[in-house]
Nanobody, 115 residues
Framework: QVQLVESGGGLVQPGGSLRLSCVASGMTFRLYDMTWYRQAPGKQRDMVAFISSNGNTNYADSVKGRFTVSRDNVKNTVYLQMNSLKSEDTAIYYC?????????WGQGTQVTVSS
């Protein structure tokens, strides 16, 4: 069955960096558009960064210039490099895979930005 497993979250100080990974299995990864979302307590789940199957990217305005999304179709992995982290980046980060009508979510990884 399809699985998306996120990792790399944790506690980091403001201004610090983290790299999230999402490893996919049970799917033809290269066909899927991949998106990182995040959800803070009491808030809706929002798109953070998107990378299409052919490598086109898009970012939420709040993370442009600080976050970078990339993918490795050999390792079936999508990454989110997060730099200059702020307290408002604190959230659970989720990986999403979409192809035609197929839509899958990972379980999420917690990112906490605090001094």
């Amino acid at each position: 069955q399809v699985q998306l497993v996120e990792s790399g979250g944790g506690l980091v100080q403001p201004g610090g960096s983290l790299r999230l990974s999402c490893v996919a299995s049970g799917m033809t990864f290269r066909l899927y558009d991949m998106t990182w979302y995040r959800q803070a307590p009491g808030k809706q789940r929002d798109m953070v960064a998107f990378i299409s199957s052919n490598g086109n990217t898009n970012y939420a305005d709040s993370v442009k210039g600080r976050f970078t999304v990339s993918r490795d179709n050999v390792k079936n992995t999508v990454y989110l490099q997060m730099n200059s982290l702020k307290s408002e980046d604190t959230a659970i980060y989720y990986c999403n895979a979409r192809y035609a009508i197929l839509n899958y979510w990972g379980q999420g990884t917690q990112v906490t930005v605090s001094s």
